[in-house]
C-alpha cells in the first residue's frame, strides 16, 4: 500500500468528510465501557453494550442533518448516547415514537 499514495489521498478524504460520526462512534464506545467497568458491570455486558452504543451513535451521528443540526454536533450525541446506554435511548425513543403516533 506504501507505494500506491493515491490510496493514502483517498483514505485521507474519505476520514476528514467522516470524522466526525467515526468520533462520535469511538466516544460513545469509550464512555459506555468505562461506565459499564465503574458500575461494575461484567464482561459480557462490556462487550456487548460498548459497540451497541458505538453503532447507535455512529447511526444517529449521520441523522443529524436529517433534523437540522450540525454534524459538527454528534461527537456531542455520542457522548450522550455513551454516558446513557442502550436501554435508556432505546425506552426514549419508544416513548417518543408512541406519542408521535398518539397525535396522529
Known amino acids: 500500500m506504501p507505494d500506491r499514495p493515491e490510496s ?7 476520514l476528514e468528510h467522516n470524522w466526525p ?7 460513545a464506545v469509550l464512555i459506555a465501557g468505562l461506565r459499564v467497568i465503574y ?3 461484567s464482561l459480557r455486558q462490556l462487550v456487548i453494550e460498548a459497540p451497541l452504543c458505538g453503532a447507535l ?10 433534523v437540522g443540526i450540525p454534524l459538527t454536533a454528534a461527537p456531542f450525541f455520542g457522548g450522550v ?3 446513557l446506554g442502550v436501554e435508556f435511548v432505546r425506552a426514549t425513543a419508544k416513548k417518543l ?8
Do not use: C, M, N, P
Request: charged share 15%; no cysteine.
Open 21 to 27: 460520526g467515526l468520533y462520535a462512534g469511538l466516544l
Open 39 to 41: 458500575g461494575g458491570g
Open 57 to 66: 451513535a455512529l447511526s444517529a451521528s449521520h441523522g443529524l442533518s436529517l
Open 81 to 83: 448516547i455513551g454516558l
Open 8 to 14: 493514502w489521498a483517498f483514505f485521507a478524504t474519505w
Open 97 to 104: 415514537f408512541i406519542r408521535k403516533e398518539e397525535k396522529l
